[in-house]
């Protein structure tokens, strides 16, 4: 297929490339077995081949992704074409006495003279498919405004990438208070970029930048290895009670990322017992137990585990039952909780189930007074918020005695 999209690139010729991605086909493997998966495939295929011209290119590419090339760059056309594929697919088949209806997304891409090689074409068709999938339309056609991975997020990854072996990158710590002292008993470590022109650049913007060029194994290990001057001058066993770190199972499953985690420990003189390694929520909700396999490595070693942003998703009571986890309710819980008589409801029915499992739990995005009495009231365990301490660097969490 490469070879095809390469030759046309080449000639200059007109040349519009799709990709299709099926809906759900994981179920179809889990739920019917491989066999039936490749069933499916197989008539995918042809339906595909029958729904296009017959000088149109039609090509699997692995998995359940097809490619679709084509000799034209007659925007109406192509649009047409991909729907009158998706039709195609949406027709019944029956697969082991089951009836299928099969459903894709599409993603269209024009060649451009710009383009270099197959790579170019290829990366825009599959953000245009991922297009497709999120807004739901079954057919997207390239739109370089909606394209997350442009080149001006390209260049922040490069950018990413340089400041990292250059030492941009710093720890931040956020203090969090137990409820009933509101005394510091732990600190949430927060990375930051200090970038030489932008200025220092929270998480939020370039973490997605990070994940997607593969920088997350760096990233973090970077960022570890400046811990220790935030304890540089105070019993590291104090200030490092609660040094949580988010991060997601399949990198805390990476080869080097537990190895790397224990070695820090060491290094910085911190009882294993006192560092919780944060997992957002949402990763138990795409393969709960493959999440909770890899998470019972670290907790065999002593290390706490602790879910971030919890009430986001719908599998909670699964993995607090199968996993001897803290959690940390989510912030949009959190906010107006004094006021807001639903919220209050589950924020205290959440405390009392935590305390029943012997489970501690953390209340995150406490912005008022009135929260946080509300909180304390509840019998939550620790609280942190803008309204209590902002993240600071290592100088400061020093200077403060936390």
Request: net charge negative.
């Amino acid at each position: 297929m490469r070879s095809w999209l390469g030759d046309g690139l080449t000639d200059r010729k007109p040349l519009s490339l799709m990709l299709l991605d099926l809906d759900g086909f994981k179920e179809i493997n889990d739920s019917l077995g491989h066999r039936a998966g490749d069933t499916v495939l197989m008539l995918v295929a042809v339906r595909m081949r029958e729904a296009v011209d017959p000088h149109v290119r039609v090509a699997r590419l692995g998995g359940d992704e097809f490619a679709i090339i084509l000799d034209t760059t007659d925007e109406i056309e192509l649009m047409e074409t991909a729907h009158s594929v998706l039709r195609e697919l949406a027709k019944p088949i029956i697969v082991d006495e089951i009836e299928i209806c099969p459903s894709g997304s599409i993603g269209v891409t024009i060649a451009l003279s710009s383009d270099e090689d197959s790579s170019d074409i290829l990366r825009r068709a599959d953000v245009a498919m991922y297009q497709a999938k999120n807004s739901g339309l079954g057919a997207a056609l390239y739109d370089a405004e909606l394209d997350q991975f442009s080149r001006s997020r390209l260049q922040l990854a490069e950018e990413l990438r340089r400041g990292i072996s250059d030492g941009q990158i710093e720890v931040w710590y956020q203090p969090q208070l137990d409820a009933a002292t509101m005394e510091v008993s732990g600190l949430e470590a927060l990375v930051r970029w200090r970038h030489p022109t932008q200025g220092l650049i929270s998480p939020v913007s370039f973490l997605p930048a990070a994940r997607r060029a593969g920088l997350m194994g760096q990233l973090l290990p970077t960022s570890w290895r400046l811990r220790p001057s935030a304890t540089s001058t105070h019993d590291s066993r104090r200030v490092s009670t609660c040094g949580s770190r988010s991060t997601a199972p399949a990198r805390a499953a990476g080869p080097s990322f537990l190895p790397q985690l224990y070695a820090t420990i060491a290094a910085a003189d911190i009882p294993v017992d006192r560092l919780v390694l944060e997992v957002t929520e949402d990763s138990f909700l795409a393969d709960p137990q493959h999440t909770r396999e890899v998470l019972l490595e670290p907790r065999s070693n002593g290390v706490q585990v602790s879910i971030d942003d919890y009430g986001t998703g719908f599998s909670s009571l699964t993995y607090l039952r199968n996993l001897p986890v803290q959690a940390k309710i989510d912030r949009t819980l959190i906010a107006n909780v004094a006021t807001d008589d639903r919220s209050r409801m589950i924020v205290a029915s959440t405390i009392q189930l935590a305390h029943a499992l012997d489970m501690r739990i953390v209340a995150e995005g406490v912005e008022n007074a009135a929260d946080l009495a509300a909180l304390v009231a509840m019998g939550i365990d620790m609280v942190q918020g803008y309204h209590l301490a902002r993240p600071m660097p290592p100088t400061r969490v020093t200077r403060m005695g936390a």
